[in-house]
């Protein structure tokens, strides 16, 4: 079993849908989350970190569950422009910043 | 641009040569971690660095992998013996501490013929 599983897509969805990813990871350990974004044949970046709390940047919300050890981002009125993978990712342990990445979502936005 | 830059940008080899890779860190960025991704996957950690000290090594990295970081500064990656199994995108990423923001390289492309 991967430590950090994701439903690797592809979603199709037209301009202005809203769509939700959602992963699991194994490690009750970890203690950061994060979605990354990576476009076709480039590096990963981060697009934003995950709190218990919950947070909001523009038209993207993630949300963290500790209890079930899952991690969502919801991204709201779709973009052509947020066709890319997105990479759900913990922290293997504390202290070595060392990041556990799932397998990856897919997103295509079509006119 | 994150300022993490990596050299060469496109590998390919036959199997059996030894390759070596280059990563360039953001100046000033302490921790410098290598990462391995395969078409389809998300990148798998290898190993990591407190500015020269290894401190961490995936039982990915096989005794044909070694990687130094000499001064604190810059780091590279070698592989001995090139093996197909070895094609990847090898990212080299940096961050000012083990807490910090990891900002990756565009990643080295290996094919092994």
């Known amino acids: 079993r991967k430590e950090v599983e994701q439903d690797p897509g592809p979603f199709n969805v037209p301009e202005g849908a809203t769509v939700a990813f959602n992963c699991t990871y194994s490690?009750?350990?970890?203690?950061?989350f994060f979605w990354y974004r990576q476009d076709c044949r480039k590096e990963p970046k981060l697009l934003m970190s995950?709190?218990?709390s919950g947070n909001e940047d523009g038209r993207f919300t993630a949300q963290l569950n500790r209890a079930s050890q899952y991690i969502s981002l919801l991204i709201r009125d779709s973009k052509l422009s947020d066709s890319a993978t997105y990479l759900c990712?913990?922290?293997?342990?504390?202290?070595?910043?060392?990041?556990?990445f799932g397998q990856g979502t897919t997103l295509q936005v079509k006119p | 641009d994150t300022g993490v830059s990596q050299d060469p940008r496109h590998k390919i080899t036959k199997r059996g040569q030894n390759v070596t890779f280059r990563c360039d860190p953001i100046s000033e960025h302490n921790r410098l971690y290598w990462y391995r991704q395969t078409l389809g996957q998300g990148p798998e950690f290898l190993t990591y660095f407190q500015n020269e000290a290894q401190l961490e090594k995936s039982r990915l990295l096989s005794d044909r992998f070694s990687a130094e970081r000499p001064k604190g500064s810059f780091s590279t990656l070698e592989i001995q013996r090139t093996e197909q199994g070895d094609s990847a995108m090898y990212l080299c990423?940096?961050?000012?501490?083990?807490?910090?923001?990891?900002?990756f390289g565009p990643g080295t492309r290996l094919t092994v013929l």
């Open positions: 990423a940096s961050s000012r501490g083990g807490a910090d923001t990891q900002y």
């Open positions: 990712v913990c922290d293997g342990s504390s202290n070595t910043g060392k990041l556990i």
């Open positions: 995950v709190y218990s």
């Open positions: 490690n009750s350990a970890s203690q950061s």
